[in-house]
């Protein structure tokens, strides 16, 4: 199969297919393909694979009910990376989770000596606990690099689904091809991969959902949600996809001047907190308006505060996706994959983007896009005030 790269970073590429022309001449001899559909037993044992960020693997477990639901007897495991454990721990559908910080995703504020040792030291670890585990199949989560094909195979998994994008395509069992039709949603080419095993599902029957800790013991504030209020999340872990300080200042004196909503500032940034405390010195009305909870909310809290917010305004981040799931989201969408990570919701989410190949994006009912080369503009806030209008609206009606 040829592989085909995602990757538009063109010394990133060569070496991509440098390092794949030997793996192919490997698998040649070494590898042994399944052809066709992948035959499990009544009770598989699987391991997932995201070695991404927290919104990788929030829209990875929206796979998970598939998986029971064809299997009820499965067993689910997922190999992530440990800043993503918060978003897997108390999800009904995994029994364990297995951690390798690969240093290409690692965004900790440790040194890079200290992101190489953990690399190696919980890769040697994984290792022995996937080999331990006998899995029958693994599925991968990812169409970037770093994935986990090398991993599965060093893991020694019999049947080894995923793809080639993000390159070691050879080291599968099933390397799956990517959807033809652009744009595609991650979700779809997921789905692609549970083809493989008798799953079939449609993008937009998939239901996002995030599991609280049983014992709901979370602080909220319930004196902030005792009047209607709007989140702000204006952060992503790419600084390329940041907005400038003064658009987000005209979004906050937009919201301030045109609703009669309480502004929640969310993020665990200093700079965050900084531009709080730029805006409420400026602007008295703020002090009154604007709440931060900047670094005061793990994540578990902060999907409780978007159970009771009239809606949430973010960026492209994992915030996005987390928002999204039960509160009106308005997303910004700036310098990235574009429709490959819009977030999936049941509720309205509309999305601004400057991705030309979103451009005129269909993928489901619930996502409503916007193209627009320069986001942080009038078009902009004037999209979002229609939004708003909308949300305040069917909040008095229900």
């Known amino acids: 199969m040829k592989h085909i790269y995602l990757t538009t970073v063109g010394w990133k590429r060569i ?46 477990s929206y796979i998970f009910p598939l998986i029971k639901k064809r299997y009820p007897d499965a067993i689910i495991d997922v190999l992530t990376t440990s800043s993503c454990v918060p978003i897997l721990r108390n999800n009904p559908f995994v ?3 297995r951690i390798y910080d690969h240093i290409r995703n690692n965004r900790d504020a440790i040194s890079i000596w200290k992101k190489m040792y953990n690399h190696y030291s919980t890769l040697e670890k994984v290792l022995k606990e996937i080999r331990a585990e006998h899995y029958d199949i693994s599925i991968e989560g ?17 049947h080894r689904i995923g793809f080639g994008s993000g390159g070691y395509g050879g080291l599968l069992t ?11 949603h991650l979700v779809q080419a997921i789905l692609q991969e549970l083809a493989v095993i008798e799953i079939h599902e449609r993008l937009e029957n998939i239901k996002p959902y995030y599991s609280l800790p049983l014992e709901q013991n979370n602080h ?44 929640v500032l969310c993020g665990v940034f200093p700079e965050t907190a900084k531009i709080v405390d730029e805006f409420t010195a400026s602007i008295n009305i703020a002090r009154q308006r604007v709440t931060s909870l900047v670094g005061k909310t793990s994540v578990d809290e902060f999907y409780k505060y978007t159970l009771y917010a009239t809606a949430a305004i973010t960026i492209d981040s994992f915030a996005a996706h987390l ?12 310098n990235g994959s574009g429709a490959l990570y819009f977030p999936l919701t049941g509720r309205r989410t509309v999305v ?19 193209y627009m080369p320069l986001l942080e503009s009038d078009e902009a806030l004037q999209i979002l005030s229609l939004f708003l209008s909308d949300c305040t609206l069917k909040r008095k009606v229900n």
Do not use: W
């Open 15 to 60: 070496l991509q297919r440098c390092t794949d022309y030997f793996i192919d001449v490997f698998a040649l001899f070494f590898i042994k393909r399944d052809k066709g559909k992948v035959a499990l037993p009544s009770n598989p044992k699987f391991i997932f694979i995201n070695l991404g960020h927290l919104g990788d693997t929030l829209i990875l």
């Open 95 to 97: 029994r364990a989770i």
């Open 142 to 158: 990812r169409v970037h690099y770093p994935n986990g094909n090398l991993v599965a195979l060093r893991g020694k998994i019999k």
């Open 174 to 184: 099933t390397e799956v091809r990517l959807p033809q039709a652009s744009p595609y």
């Open 220 to 263: 909220t504030d319930r004196s902030l949600i005792s009047h209607p209020f709007i989140l702000f999340h204006p952060e992503s872990g790419a600084p390329k996809k940041l907005l400038i300080q003064e658009f987000i200042f005209d979004i906050m004196r937009f919201l301030l001047n045109n609703t009669q909503l309480h502004i």
């Open 323 to 334: 928002c999204a799931i039960e509160c009106p989201t308005f997303s910004f969408y700036k």
């Open 352 to 370: 601004v983007h400057n991705d030309a190949a979103s451009k005129g994006l269909s993928l489901c009912p619930n996502i409503e896009s916007h």
